[in-house]
């Protein structure tokens, strides 16, 4: 069952990835309007393009890990495991490097969106269960051909 829900976890991030950063690399500002990225006139420009710039890397690295992961995990295979350990390591990296970018964008007087308390609740709660699906596995991967 929790493999499951780790399996889940990977396709929510899967179509959320791919219209919140893959949309920001077509069409910054729709994907804005959609509340998925900052709107371009509440932040500095250059962010926008460093935003559109992740959003490549993240379609290019994160989906395909994300892809496998779910395919291994779902074929009870080991391999499965260790690209959802990939995926979950930079899962987990992207919250910290977030909340990290809002403190040195505050304290350099960048034009940024501080972040609302919703986000913040939501990126705790990624980080909780990236740490929770990372120890699960490697509890379960014994289990794994």
């Known amino acids: ?12 991030n899967i179509l959320l990835w791919t219209i919140g950063q893959g949309g920001a690399v077509i069409s910054y500002n729709t994907v804005a309007e959609w509340g998925l990225q900052d709107p371009r006139e509440l932040i500095d ?4 393009e460093v935003n559109r710039a992740i959003g490549l890397a993240d379609m290019i690295i994160m989906i395909p ?3 496998i992961a779910v395919i291994g995990l779902w074929r009870q295979k080991f ?16 919250p910290v490097v977030f909340f990290c970018s809002q403190y040195f964008y ?4 960048i034009k940024y969106q501080p972040t609302q308390l919703s986000a913040i609740v939501i990126l705790t709660v990624i980080l909780i269960f990236t740490l929770w699906a990372s ?3 490697v509890k379960y991967y014994k289990k794994l051909d």
């Open 1 to 12: 069952m929790c493999i499951k829900i780790i399996i889940g976890f990977h396709l929510l």
């Open 45 to 48: 420009p250059v962010i926008v």
């Open 65 to 67: 890990l994300f892809l």
């Open 79 to 94: 391999w499965g495991a260790v690209f959802s350990w990939f995926a979950l390591g930079i899962t987990f990296y992207w």
């Open 106 to 109: 505050g304290h350099a007087g």
């Open 135 to 137: 120890w699960y596995l």
